[in-house]
């Protein structure tokens, strides 16, 4: 089955306390992002990348890295968590070839750092 | 990425059918207008797609405006799995901008049996 697995679904965590998201597609999709989704603002991207070796910044960068060194995984990288980055976030994943190729959404992790 | 304006909520009942609207004054010729909709505890899911004619596909119709500042995306017949935040979204056809895709809050639909 075409999918985005995300991992884990629910995490909590402490300030400072590294973690990483993981995010894996099995679609062969060049193109992959993270958004965060908070109550009031809707859907916001941190990071995006177009193929391998290839990431930059969408709209909330700050406080994240990503890294993408093979095409099916997409880790998202909390270095320092802090309570600001308590939110739901998401992974997807889209072909590049065609621009109007739709975004196929994990079901989400909800993080929480207190 | 150009702005939508989106009611907030919006009612239908079961069975009935529900016409979405979306406003994107601001659309430049090339953007296309697409619908993506986030069930309770889901990530969001593509709906449908368009460019300036209407469309039709197995979930949804879209009815784009002649000047294409505004859209509205139609559900035949609502029932309950439909309730979910419908998010109206415009892309450019190319280049990275194209991936740079701004969800506003949309709109929460609720179907009442």
């Known amino acids: 089955e075409a999918q985005v697995t995300q991992n884990p679904r629910y995490l909590i965590t402490v300030t400072g306390k590294k973690l990483t998201v993981t995010c894996s597609q099995n679609?062969?999709?060049?193109?992959m992002s993270w958004y965060r989704q908070d109550p009031g603002l809707g859907l916001r991207q941190i990071y995006y990348?177009?193929?391998?070796?290839?990431?930059d910044k969408g709209d909330v960068p700050e406080g994240y890295k990503v890294s993408r060194k093979e095409k099916r995984n997409f880790p998202l990288i909390l270095e320092s968590p802090s309570p600001n980055q308590t939110s739901l976030y998401f992974c997807?994943?889209?072909?590049?070839?065609?621009?109007?190729?739709?975004?196929?959404f994990g079901n989400g992790t909800r993080l929480t750092v207190t | 990425d150009a702005k939508t304006t989106q009611p907030n909520s919006m009612e239908s009942n079961e069975e009935e059918p529900v016409h979405l609207p979306c406003n994107h004054s601001?659309?430049?010729?090339?953007?296309?207008i697409h619908w993506y909709r986030q069930l309770p505890s889901q990530g969001p899911e593509y709906v449908i797609h368009?460019?300036?004619s209407n469309v039709n596909n197995r979930m949804a119709s879209l009815a784009i405006a002649e000047d294409r500042k505004s859209s509205t995306l139609i559900l035949h017949r609502a029932t309950l799995r439909d309730a979910a935040v419908y998010y109206c979204?415009?892309?450019?056809?190319?280049?990275?901008?194209?991936?740079?895709?701004?969800f506003g809050k949309g709109t929460k639909l609720s179907v009442i049996p």
């Open positions: 990348s177009m193929n391998v070796e290839v990431t």
């Open positions: 979204i415009l892309r450019a056809n190319s280049g990275a901008g194209s991936y740079q895709l701004t």
């Open positions: 679609m062969n999709h060049e193109y």
């Open positions: 997807a994943s889209s072909l590049v070839s065609s621009y109007n190729s739709p975004l196929h």
């Open positions: 601001t659309i430049s010729g090339t953007d296309y």
């Open positions: 368009g460019l300036t």
